[in-house]
């Protein structure tokens, strides 16, 4: 297979805003790939009331990953920041098939920045799940846009926007922002303002992770 032939990319979501961001930085970072995209927006939902990933939380994955899989993908992405231990149960189940959480590659970025990352997010799920995703070493600052999530979900980007630059003044000292929401991405430019320091995105990481991986 020649580099230049299209590659097929599952992108599995739980929140309805991840589509658009990964769209995005395909089409700027690795465009004509076959994207497809699997949404299961009560995921979320079932964390936030359940409080913790149970067995059938990674059960539910699974035969979402498997689905996608047997669709002929050559990757699979999740978007969802709060599921590592289940998508590492999916990695696990489909080696050697390149499975990505969404955050990995934007760490491994990270982490070249310096030793004190900043961590923002709108959904809270995703910091007890990705803080334990950075090497030891490095000090996590996590920090919670509050309200922005609310704001998104009511189609209100300039106040998701104002409130991510808000809450990112308080990470000002560290060595760089990461990102931790697909939906985060748009706020990328607010953020350095905020801070003057490097800010991570989960998406453009992740396809640029991607085009390595499959020899793009």
Same mark, same amino acid.
């Given at each position: 297979?020649?580099?230049?032939?299209? =590659? =097929?990319?599952?992108?599995?979501?739980?929140?309805?805003?991840?589509?658009?961001?990964?769209?995005?930085?395909?089409? =700027?970072?690795?465009?004509?790939?076959? +994207?497809?995209?699997?949404?299961?927006?009560?995921?979320?939902?079932?964390?936030?009331?359940?409080?913790?990933?149970?067995?059938?939380?990674?059960?539910? $994955?699974?035969?979402?990953?498997?689905?996608?899989?047997?669709?002929?993908?050559?990757?699979?992405?999740?978007?969802?920041?709060?599921?590592?231990?289940?998508?590492?149960?999916?990695?696990?189940?489909?080696?050697?098939?390149?499975?990505?959480?969404?955050?990995?590659?934007?760490?491994?970025?990270?982490?070249?920045?310096?030793?004190?990352?900043?961590?923002?997010?709108? $959904?809270?799920?995703?910091?007890?799940?990705?803080?334990?995703? $950075?090497?030891?070493?490095?000090?996590?600052?996590?920090?919670?846009?509050?309200?922005?999530?609310?704001? +998104?979900?009511?189609?209100?980007?300039?106040?998701?926007?104002?409130?991510?630059?808000?809450?990112?003044?308080?990470?000002?000292?560290?060595?760089?922002?990461?990102?931790?929401?697909?939906? +985060?991405?748009?706020?990328?430019?607010?953020?350095?303002?905020?801070?003057?320091?490097?800010?991570?995105?989960?998406?453009?990481?992740?396809?640029?992770?991607?085009?390595?991986?499959?020899?793009?």
């Amino acid at each position: 297979m020649s580099a230049a032939h299209p =590659r =097929r990319i599952a992108l599995i979501h739980a929140l309805r805003h991840s589509p658009p961001p990964i769209e995005a930085a395909f089409a =700027r970072l690795w465009p004509g790939q076959v +994207l497809m995209n699997l949404m299961d927006d009560s995921l979320s939902a079932d964390l936030a009331r359940d409080g913790s990933l149970t067995p059938r939380m990674t059960e539910r $994955f699974l035969t979402l990953a498997r689905y996608a899989a047997g669709t002929g993908a050559d990757a699979i992405l999740f978007t969802c920041s709060a599921f590592g231990p289940c998508i590492e149960a999916c990695a696990a189940d489909l080696a050697p098939m390149p499975v990505l959480k969404p955050n990995e590659a934007m760490i491994e970025e990270a982490i070249t920045k310096g030793t004190r990352i900043g961590l923002l997010v709108t $959904f809270p799920g995703t910091i007890p799940s990705m803080i334990p995703e $950075f090497p030891a070493g490095i000090t996590v600052v996590p920090k919670v846009a509050e309200g922005g999530l609310a704001a +998104l979900d009511a189609g209100d980007l300039v106040t998701h926007d104002r409130l991510a630059e808000e809450a990112a003044r308080a990470l000002a000292d560290c060595d760089a922002i990461a990102l931790g929401q697909f939906s +985060l991405a748009r706020a990328k430019q607010h953020v350095e303002r905020a801070t003057g320091k490097p800010v991570l995105t989960t998406p453009d990481s992740a396809v640029l992770k991607l085009k390595r991986l499959l020899g793009g």
